[in-house]
């Protein structure tokens, strides 16, 4: 057993001076423009964009290989094209490099080099630099993203998200993680039932629809643009817009800029609007830090009637451009608004022209506009716009025609259905109908089931009243009538008789 111990010390003791021996002669690793290398993307996101633009050659390199950044010698030139300009400007060093024979290049080592960057990508968009199809790749799926046969030298690596990835050497091969993240957009709509901001709302037309769209801030990515577009069924507000961050701060004016009905990005037609954002302000916000916009729009005579049948809302669609035209995914609000049909009939089922109804809510009557086409049976009325109200171009008035039946659209609520004039010969209805549109368009009338059926409105109409008394007044009336002519004739014979 002691055997067996002091050989497994002197294998540990040997263990360790071979291990140590092999730290102290490390090997110098070294190459020239010969070779190539190889520039990896750890955790490319899919369907960005990254490019590749060689600002330095790299003529020689030597390190050691214990070395963790690979810090060593490196022999930098310039590569005689546009980025000589920014590396040596006028033929002279700029804060960033020096140069030396006009030829030899080596980083100021008092400039920062995350300044260099920006610097290097404000270069490359100020003079539309561009790059070739080798050094430009899209991630086909999240993860690794490789650029091969690389000839070697001091790279600017951007992505499409708009960060920069990284300034980085071949020496032959370096992996550089992506920073950007897919920034975050939620779109909202005040729904008054809910009392909350959601997905989703009802309203009558002419109402205010407010809603509300949350960016999230994300590393790395720039050039924030908001889309926004509003069906033709939604009128915008230019002069409600809100734009703060999420703890109530304003967001300065000259922060951002708003432009109306106009084409950004790869906009097939005109969004309502746009956000453009300061990328010094975004970059200044921390990661996952929120800007809220709130803005307005009113329900208009275009606005699209939800029916069971069919479906239909009124949409308000929101995404984000980010970094080099690259868009969040599109997030949609849905306003809906309703009708309900009347009938009016007597017996069974006739329907009857001319009843005349009005329509208020908190006591105060609704204005609407006779649309001049009919569905089916349905005399149509719409609810009137503000415009059209005061154009003089709408009625309170709701008058069934020969089919009697009337379908009032536009509306969600509560309501009263009160008939102002029956048709003539039947009883006028007493007593109001409660009228209360629900969600998804059902009815209730009074305190009812909700359902999809019409409001049916019954008049009665009573037969011609009987005439008191009898005929035996009239019969003697008849009788002395006769009796007093024939005494009459008499009377008039005899005198003739007695004149002869």
Same mark, same amino acid.
């Given at each position: 057993?002691?055997?067996?111990?002091?050989?497994a010390?002197?294998m540990?003791?040997?263990?360790?001076?071979?291990?140590?021996?092999?730290?102290v002669?490390?090997?110098?690793?070294?190459?020239d423009?010969?070779?190539?290398?190889?520039?990896?993307?750890?955790?490319?996101?899919?369907?960005?964009?990254?490019?590749?633009y060689?600002?330095?050659n790299?003529?020689?390199?030597?390190?050691?290989?214990?070395?963790?950044?690979?810090?060593?010698n490196y022999?930098?030139?310039?590569?005689?094209?546009?980025?000589?300009?920014?590396v040596?400007?006028?033929?002279?060093?700029?804060?960033f490099?020096?140069?030396?024979?006009?030829?030899?290049?080596?980083?100021?080592?008092?400039?920062?080099?995350?300044?260099l960057?920006?610097?290097?990508?404000?270069?490359?968009i100020?003079?539309?630099?561009?790059?070739?199809?080798?050094?430009?790749?899209?991630?086909?799926e999240n993860?690794?993203?490789?650029?091969?046969?690389l000839?070697?030298?001091?790279?600017?690596?951007d992505?499409? %998200?708009?960060?920069?990835?990284?300034?980085?050497?071949?020496?032959?091969?370096?992996?550089?993680?992506e920073?950007?993240?897919v920034p975050?957009?939620?779109?909202?709509?005040?729904?008054?039932?809910?009392?909350?901001?959601s997905?989703?709302?009802?309203?009558?037309?002419?109402?205010?629809?407010k809603?509300?769209?949350?960016?999230?801030?994300?590393?790395? %990515?720039?050039?924030?643009?908001?889309?926004?577009?509003?069906?033709?069924?939604l009128?915008?507000?230019?002069?409600?817009?809100?734009?703060?961050?999420?703890?109530?701060?304003?967001?300065?004016?000259n922060?951002?800029?708003?432009?109306?009905?106009?084409?950004l990005g790869?906009?097939?037609v005109?969004?309502s609007?746009?956000?453009?954002?300061?990328n010094?302000?975004?970059?200044?916000?921390?990661?996952?830090?929120?800007?809220?916009?709130?803005?307005?729009?009113?329900?208009?005579?275009?606005?699209v009637?939800f029916?069971?049948?069919?479906?239909?809302?009124?949409?308000?669609?929101?995404?984000?451009?980010?970094?080099d035209?690259?868009?969040?995914?599109?997030?949609?609000t849905?306003?809906?608004?309703?009708?309900?049909?009347?009938?009016?009939?007597?017996?069974?089922?006739?329907?009857?022209?001319?009843?005349?109804?009005?329509?208020?809510?908190?006591?105060?009557?609704?204005?609407?506009?006779?649309?001049?086409?009919?569905?089916?049976?349905?005399?149509?009325?719409?609810?009137?716009t503000?415009?059209?109200?005061?154009?003089?171009?709408?009625?309170?008035?709701?008058?069934?025609?020969?089919?009697?039946?009337?379908?009032?659209?536009g509306?969600?609520?509560?309501?009263?259905?009160?008939?102002?004039?029956?048709?003539?010969?039947y009883?006028?209805?007493?007593?109001?109908y409660?009228?209360?549109?629900?969600?998804?368009?059902?009815?209730?009338?009074?305190?009812g089931?909700?359902?999809?059926?019409?409001v049916k409105?019954?008049?009665?109409s009573?037969?011609?009243?009987?005439?008191?008394?009898?005929?035996?007044?009239?019969?003697?009336?008849?009788?002395?009538?006769?009796?007093?002519?024939?005494?009459?004739?008499?009377l008039?014979?005899?005198?003739?008789?007695?004149a002869?």
């Amino acid at each position: 057993m002691k055997l067996i111990k002091k050989i497994a010390a002197i294998m540990f003791a040997f263990m360790m001076v071979f291990t140590l021996s092999s730290n102290v002669n490390a090997e110098t690793v070294s190459g020239d423009s010969t070779q190539t290398g190889t520039i990896t993307i750890i955790n490319a996101k899919k369907d960005h964009t990254y490019k590749l633009y060689k600002i330095l050659n790299l003529d020689s390199y030597s390190y050691d290989s214990s070395s963790v950044d690979k810090d060593g010698n490196y022999s930098y030139t310039l590569t005689g094209d546009a980025w000589d300009t920014f590396v040596n400007p006028n033929g002279t060093s700029n804060k960033f490099f020096n140069v030396t024979d006009n030829k030899y290049v080596t980083f100021n080592t008092a400039a920062d080099k995350s300044e260099l960057a920006k610097a290097a990508m404000k270069y490359v968009i100020d003079n539309n630099v561009t790059t070739t199809q080798e050094l430009t790749k899209t991630a086909t799926e999240n993860g690794k993203l490789e650029f091969t046969g690389l000839t070697l030298g001091y790279y600017l690596v951007d992505s499409s %998200a708009g960060a920069l990835c990284n300034l980085t050497t071949t020496n032959p091969t370096i992996s550089i993680q992506e920073k950007s993240e897919v920034p975050g957009i939620t779109k909202e709509v005040w729904c008054i039932d809910q009392n909350k901001f959601s997905n989703a709302n009802y309203a009558s037309i002419g109402d205010t629809v407010k809603f509300k769209t949350t960016i999230t801030k994300k590393s790395g %990515a720039q050039n924030y643009i908001l889309h926004d577009t509003l069906s033709n069924g939604l009128t915008l507000s230019n002069s409600s817009f809100s734009v703060k961050k999420s703890d109530g701060t304003d967001v300065p004016e000259n922060e951002y800029k708003i432009t109306y009905n106009d084409k950004l990005g790869d906009d097939a037609v005109n969004c309502s609007f746009h956000i453009s954002f300061e990328n010094s302000y975004i970059e200044a916000l921390t990661d996952n830090e929120k800007i809220e916009v709130e803005y307005s729009a009113v329900l208009n005579e275009k606005a699209v009637i939800f029916d069971p049948a069919n479906a239909g809302t009124n949409d308000n669609t929101t995404f984000l451009q980010y970094g080099d035209n690259m868009k969040t995914t599109v997030s949609t609000t849905n306003t809906m608004t309703y009708y309900f049909k009347v009938f009016k009939y007597t017996g069974s089922n006739k329907p009857l022209a001319d009843a005349k109804f009005e329509l208020t809510q908190n006591g105060n009557k609704i204005k609407f506009v006779l649309d001049s086409t009919k569905d089916g049976m349905y005399k149509v009325y719409r609810k009137a716009t503000q415009e059209e109200i005061e154009a003089n171009k709408a009625t309170d008035k709701l008058i069934t025609d020969s089919d009697g039946k009337i379908k009032i659209c536009g509306i969600f609520g509560e309501y009263k259905l009160k008939e102002t004039k029956a048709p003539k010969g039947y009883n006028k209805l007493l007593s109001p109908y409660t009228i209360k549109v629900l969600d998804g368009g059902m009815i209730r009338v009074n305190e009812g089931t909700p359902q999809y059926t019409d409001v049916k409105v019954l008049n009665e109409s009573g037969k011609l009243l009987p005439s008191t008394g009898g005929m035996g007044t009239t019969l003697i009336y008849l009788i002395g009538g006769a009796l007093v002519l024939g005494s009459g004739i008499v009377l008039a014979n005899k005198k003739r008789a007695k004149a002869k």
